[in-house]
């Protein structure tokens, strides 16, 4: 049995936070240029330039990439051959959250309760995500999640006689209905299957992998989702041409033979993610 106190994991978490804030993964870093490459429509090739400018400036001087930094979403494996010793997981979760968005200068945007919405004042809590693994590691994931793009982000209980198609026109119309309010270009995670709500927790934990990385035996409809809604025009910023999304990640999980859930969870053009292994 191997033993982490928890502050490391308080130390790792507010280094991740910070970390995701000021610097642009390179998976969306390398399609924003991709994209700019293959533009044709000159505002758009025009506003993916300044995207990758915001991005080089933020990391060369230590300053958040957008202004809104995002809920802390947290994905920890755990591995069951671990002892957290020193107190209790979710508080060293959310003091190194409260270290990161105060001394990481990192706008605070939680409110109490959804109907008082009086800021908490440091960010926290955190949403918190756990699963045992195999092992003597805990691998931590984070996600500041801005809002501009969560709230256009919806879910469906399709019959189980839906079509490939039915789903990519159901994203696509997510697309659209979301307009210029996310900021494309879009990174688009999508949840298959499992319950009402553990699909919207796979369309999250989608945004989690990089751009590109294995959608497994839903390849094929990831490709199909980016060309269709791409294909939409609705462009950089919503100024046209044909860089809508960056990519498509799917999570899929068996599910009830009676329904087929399905969540769409959008991300900005600033789609950030870190992870370190403990």
Do not use: W
Request: glycine share 8%.
């Amino acid at each position: 049995m191997r033993t982490v106190d928890v502050s490391e994991i308080t130390a790792a978490v507010r280094q991740l936070f910070i970390k995701a804030n000021y610097v642009l993964p390179d998976d969306v870093l390398r399609k924003i240029r991709e994209y700019k490459e293959q533009e044709d429509n000159g505002t758009a090739k025009n506003i993916l330039c300044l995207l990758e400018e915001n991005a080089d400036i933020a990391r060369n001087d230590d300053i958040p990439i957008c202004q809104d930094t995002g809920m802390a979403v947290v994905f920890a494996e755990i591995g069951q051959e671990v002892s957290i010793t020193g107190g209790l997981f979710r508080d060293a979760v959310n003091e190194g959250v409260r270290q990161a968005y105060r001394e990481g200068y990192l706008r605070k945007s939680v409110v109490n309760d959804p109907i008082e919405r009086v800021n908490t004042g440091d960010n926290t809590p955190a949403i918190l995500y756990t699963e045992l693994v195999a092992g003597d590691r805990i691998k931590l994931t984070a996600l500041p999640k801005g809002f501009g793009s969560e709230n256009m982000s919806r879910q469906k209980m399709f019959a189980p006689s839906a079509t490939e198609k039915d789903i990519v026109d159901f994203v696509v119309e997510t697309v659209r209905l979301a307009g210029a309010n996310p900021c494309p270009p879009i990174v688009i995670g999508v949840g298959l299957g499992g319950t009402f709500d553990y699909s919207c927790v796979l369309a999250k934990k989608a945004l989690a992998r990089p751009i590109g990385s294995d959608n497994g035996r839903h390849n094929r409809l990831a490709e199909k989702i980016l060309e269709a809604v791409n294909n939409t025009g609705i462009g950089a910023q919503g100024l046209g041409g044909r860089t809508t999304a960056l990519g498509v990640n799917i999570e899929s999980y068996p599910t009830h033979i009676a329904s087929l859930p399905v969540a769409v969870n959008i991300s900005c053009h600033v789609t950030r993610h870190a992870d370190i292994i403990l």
